[in-house]
């Protein structure tokens, strides 16, 4: 017990040391009282919630997934997501869920596999943001996107941020934005460069999203870094990856 409490510890020490980090930029540039507030609405909702959910999702999901067809009247419905599904679109399934499954049907397991991705699903997106209407951008900070060569709007509905799409083999030479990894890196699809800009909504909700995707060569750590924080049209986002160089093409 002790052993496992230790670890815990390590793990949300380890956790807060990097998010906070990330945040340095914004301290860096100064921010408001306003926008002080809007990341720390962030910051607490990715932090609790992300180690609520590394500590918990791994045991909860059993019973969770036992009790899925009660829906939001199941006392375990946090631990499961139901964003999962879709009722636009043809399969029943929304597009990323589609992908990970590649043909095959849901199993528990396989349902297990994508809900210690994406854990606590249904509790985080209970607490995300709901963004209303058209935004409006408060503060350009850096504005440097571009996707195939092209510089990219941030203000997009469909909110462009900074991130890596591949060819997903050389067989089919499938590439699209739903394609995660492959074989080379897509130039069509990737996006490239940082963007960082404060923006309101309809409602007057002050929000932020910073995305960057940059080289990196320390020693023999090579690759891609790709970090993205801040909302995004869906709610609350956090990423941080790390991605070995590929052909672009």
């Avoid at 095959?104 to 699903?121: A, C, D, G, P, V």
């Avoid at 130039?187 to 932020?208: A, N």
Wanted: hydrophobic residues 45%; charged residues 25%.
């Amino acid at each position: 017990m002790r052993t496992v409490i230790i670890i815990l510890f390590i793990l949300v020490a380890l956790y807060l040391l990097v998010w906070q980090s990330l945040g340095l930029w914004l301290l860096i540039k100064g921010f408001t009282k306003r926008e002080r507030k809007s990341v720390d609405r962030w910051f607490l909702t990715i932090s609790l919630l992300g180690l609520f959910g590394i500590a918990t999702e791994w045991i909860m999901f059993w019973p969770a997934w036992w009790q899925r067809h009660k829906g939001k009247k199941s006392r375990l419905w946090w631990w499961m997501d139901d964003a999962r599904f879709s009722d636009i679109r043809p399969s029943g399934l929304a597009e990323d869920f589609e992908v990970f499954l590649n043909g095959r049907k849901e199993t528990i397991f396989l349902s297990y596999e994508w809900h210690m991705r994406n854990r606590i699903q249904n509790k985080y997106n209970k607490h995300s943001p709901t963004q209303t209407g058209k935004l409006r951008v408060v503060k350009m900070i850096s504005d440097n996107l571009t996707m195939n060569g092209k510089k990219v709007d941030q203000t997009l509905s469909w909110a462009p941020m900074a991130r890596l799409k591949y060819w997903k083999n050389i067989f089919d030479s499938e590439e699209g934005s739903h394609v995660n990894n492959g074989f080379a890196i897509s130039k069509k699809y990737s996006i490239f460069g940082d963007g960082k800009f404060w923006y309101e909504d309809d409602d007057k909700t002050l929000f932020f999203r910073y995305s960057v995707l940059v080289k990196y060569n320390y020693l023999i750590f090579k690759g891609w870094r790709n970090i993205v924080m801040g909302t995004n049209a869906r709610g609350y986002v956090s990423t941080i990856k790390h991605k070995r160089f590929k052909r672009i093409i």
